[in-house]
């Protein structure tokens, strides 16, 4: 497919494909199985944009010279006897995030579509977390919380208080869907805008990551600080955040370290095992000076086993983005760092949307939903919303 679909007279097939790539990304559950249809609307969708594509890494070279120093990584790693299949895998994900910069759609009905399809996600975690604290209350879940994990869905627990955390795939774009909606709701019509924020809302705490809700926290001392009006509102606004912050942020701190030490709580815990992981990842990293500087090659697999894991099989982690700089090494995994921020600030453009895309880095880059899909539908809606919202301006 070499023409743009988004300057052909059937764009509502473009939008179409855009459906169906967010539809799949977020109903993993229960239809994780057909992750390959997800995969295919993704590819079609980075495919529609070929001549922009074109059109941009022609007017920022420094892409051109990151993709061959990629496909030299690339045959490197197949040197290396790295699977092929997961190299391919890795190759083209770095790619379509780098080509997700200039998939603008240039309607808003993208964003829109993206919105709802994360209502239905919040709506979906909501009523199983609803169905769990009424079937089982405080009782033995073990049986339902090994259905999830066995499937590969994610994870249902409790504290022990009742209240159900669902992490299942798919919730990752919640909270970004959350701070987005908020951002442009004053901005844009469409149906229901109240009833997204509580439902939105609810599917970030019942989602549980605490990384959500630094971020969003975050988000919110952004919007009231930053707030360019002058109007007495505004002021009485950051004055009474300022008054909830100061009696807020003890309960914060405490919660934050009793949390802290819950997840610490044993090598098996969750800072456990992503400290377990860190530590092997860089260590093999650090193994050598070629390791250090060019990387372990995409697709690398560790061969080891800790006390907690056996990592010989390992393409996932819940630190993505280390994993990335061992396959990467420094100079390639910094110079990739580097074109990203270059084309968020240059084609994202507006303050806003840019801190958008950082706070999703900032709870993402803890977890395994970045450097992935999620990743590239974050970019593809903020370059559409960036590029409607230049329109509106220029009018």
Partial sequence: MTSDFYNSKDKSLSVLLFFGFIFFLTRSFPFIQYS???????????????????????????????????????????????????????????LFILCAYFCSY??????????????????????ISIYMTKTYGIGDYSALRHYFLENDYGDVYTY???????????????????????????????????TI????????????????????????????????????????????????????????ITYSIELIIMKSNGADSSLGVRWDQFTVLINDLTESVSNFVIGSGLGNVIKIQTPIRDYSAYIYYELQSVYFLNQLGVILFTLFLLINLLLTIKIIKYSELCVLYFLYVSYAIT?????????????????????????????
């Fill in 367 to 395: 977890n395994p939903y970045i450097l992935d899909s999620n990743h590239v539908a974050v970019i593809i809606v903020l370059v559409t919303l960036s590029n409607v919202l230049k329109k509106m301006k220029a009018k």
């Fill in 160 to 194: 022990g208080s009742g209240f159900y955390r669902v992490q299942i795939k798919g919730n990752a774009l919640i909270p970004f869907a959350f701070m987005l909606h908020i951002v442009i709701k004053d901005y844009f019509y469409y149906r229901f805008k109240n």
């Fill in 197 to 252: 924020t509580v439902i939105l809302a609810i599917g970030t705490i019942v989602a549980g990551n605490f990384a959500y809700f630094v971020s969003i926290c975050l988000f919110f001392m952004y919007i009231i600080l930053c707030s360019k009006s002058n109007s007495r509102y505004a002021k009485l606004r950051k004055i009474i955040f300022g008054v909830f912050l100061t009696v807020i942020l003890p309960f914060f």
């Fill in 106 to 127: 240039g309607t808003i009905s993208i964003v829109k579509i993206f919105l709802y399809l994360m209502v239905l996600q919040a709506v979906i975690i909501s009523i």
């Fill in 36 to 94: 390959w249809i997800m995969e295919g609307f993704l590819c079609l969708c980075i495919m529609s944009f070929t001549k922009k594509i074109a059109n941009g890494i022609y007017h920022y070279p420094v892409i051109l010279i990151f993709l061959l120093a990629l496909f030299i990584n690339f045959i490197y790693s197949y040197i290396k006897g790295n699977d092929i299949a997961i190299i391919i895998r890795f190759y083209i994900i770095i």
